[in-house]
């Protein structure tokens, strides 16, 4: 099933019977797509010697499952500089001289709620005052793109967005039009980091996030100085406490240094620079 493209596998039995859920966006699995899946999950069972699974599809509506929480989301204010507003709110009058990032993430990551994501928008307010810059960023799995606005917010000139979810892509453009920032400022395109190193076309960024899961994060580690200069500095998070020092090793196998280390609950924060 992960070898088809299916995200979000889970398991549940009873006795020696069990069941497997497995969920795929509709876009990506024609009809004839998951006839071989169901197939090709028949003949392992062959092989195994087992009994053939009995494969059933739902078509599950998006808002079904995605809208309900909208209800309970407010306003919140992160670090110093931000105030994240829901899209379908009117920002409070206590904002101040916040930044008003306006978002709808819909089912992508990055609502600003998650210990994650502020601690990355609480590491961009060291790296920019508020003025213009010329900094080029560059956000490696960028769910929402709350980050990648973040950072245009506070003074960043460029950003470059990629993720391998079509639905990230598609609310990451759209929360980029909410904040009226210009598509040619906030370039947002499918793909992972190697699909950013030829939207880049060899220029280095100054600074790049990483708010993935630790697994991926390891496996780009070697890759991300194809995108890196001299002064590149990085923000890499999605890393429990457990998983702190194999990140940490693979950083400075790879002449990355460890400038900060943030810990908020379980979760863990690196502010890097090149060595």
């Known amino acids: 099933m992960e070898q088809f493209g299916c995200k979000g596998t889970s398991v549940s039995g009873k ?63 992160i670090g110093d500089r931000f105030l994240i507003c829901p899209a379908w709110q009117t920002p409070p009058e206590s904002a101040g001289d916040r930044a008003i990032l306006r978002l709808d993430p819909g089912v992508a990551f990055g609502t600003g709620a998650h210990a994650t994501t502020q601690l990355c928008l609480e590491s961009l307010e060291i790296r920019f005052d508020g003025e213009p810059t010329d900094a080029i960023v560059a956000d490696i799995g960028c769910g929402s793109g709350i980050l990648a606005i973040g950072a245009l917010m506070l003074g960043a000139q460029q950003a470059y967005a990629v993720d391998i979810d079509p639905i990230a892509v598609r609310a990451a453009r759209s929360n980029r039009d909410l904040n009226d920032i210009p598509p040619e400022r906030m370039i947002v395109e499918p793909g992972s980091l190697s699909d950013l190193t030829e939207l880049l076309k060899g220029q280095p960024v100054d600074g790049f996030f990483c708010n993935i899961l630790a697994e991926v994060i390891i496996d780009l580690i070697p890759h991300m100085a194809a995108i890196s200069k001299k002064t590149t500095w990085g923000v890499i998070s999605g890393v429990l406490a457990e998983q702190v020092k194999p990140i940490h090793d693979v950083l400075e196998q790879n002449d990355w240094i460890v400038a900060t280390l943030w810990k908020r609950k379980e979760w863990c924060c690196f502010n890097i620079r090149r060595s």
């Open 15 to 77: 006795g020696r019977q069990y069941t497997v859920a497995a969920y795929i966006l509709q876009e990506r699995a024609q009809l004839m797509d998951l006839s071989a899946l169901a197939l090709a999950l028949r003949q392992d069972a062959l092989v195994l010697g087992i009994a053939e699974p009995t494969v059933t599809w739902k078509l599950i509506d998006e808002e079904d499952w995605s809208s309900s929480w909208k209800d309970h989301w407010e306003p919140q204010e």
